[in-house]
């Protein structure tokens, strides 16, 4: 059997739990591959100067390199969610 039988075969919670699961995978990869889920604008007269928030690091945009300060140890609620929600 092919996994598209299988797939049709399962129950209504089966098709539901691994959909979830897709969604969640998905969702964590983007977690580790982003470093702007929010801004926070540095110059409120220049709307182009900002830092970039993500899980693991802030970027600023200033520079063509510009230097990244790690988050690690930060008590980020966004980032629990976001790392912890496949554990479910």
Known sequence: MGIKEEFTGTS???????ILLLVANFCNWIAFCTTEWGKRYINNNNDDIYAGYGIWRICGNQEVTSGCSRTDGWALSECVSYLGFPDF
Request: hydrophobic fraction near 70%; avoid cysteine; glycine fraction near 14%.
């Open 12 to 18: 209504l919670l089966g098709k539901i739990a691994f």
